[in-house]
Nanobody, 122 residues
Framework: QVQLVESGGGLVQPGGSLKLSCAAS?????MGWFRQAPGKGREFVAA????????NYADSLKGRFAISKNNAKNTVYLQMNNLNPEDTAVYYC??????????????????WGQGTQVTVST
């Protein structure tokens, strides 16, 4: 069984940065970050394969967000820069149950964390 625990969320001013972490226990494969803003559906943010050889990003977030991982720590990160109020959401970490490409589809991911709140506001 895989368990995922996100951390690093909080309140940040527009233009600021945050780095989210997702610590995993158990065997993970492709890992992704998704987010859900109030009143909206869950949105793909970024994903990275198990060996970190391939990544994928939502087109609208390329250049501001970066996903990385430390396999020794079984942890995946999301560096978020130049944040704006539209980035306010609960951010979720997820893992697939087998080797896959870094999918944008939430249905491809079997395991999910509880989420961490990111609020961008003055």
């Amino acid at each position: 069984q895989v368990q995922l625990v996100e951390s690093g969320g909080g309140l940040v001013q527009p233009g600021g940065s945050l780095k989210l972490s997702c610590a995993a226990s158990g065997r993970t494969f492709t890992m992704g970050w998704f987010r859900q803003a109030p009143g909206k559906g869950r949105e793909f943010v970024a994903a990275i394969t198990r060996a970190a050889t391939n990544t994928n990003y939502a087109d609208s977030l390329k250049g501001r967000f970066a996903i990385s991982k430390n396999n020794a720590k079984n942890t995946v990160y999301l560096q978020m820069n130049n944040l704006n109020p539209e980035d306010t959401a609960v951010y979720y970490c997820a893992s697939t149950a087998e080797y896959t490409t870094p999918s944008v589809a939430s249905s491809a991911y079997k395991y999910w964390g509880q989420g961490t709140q990111v609020t961008v506001s003055t």
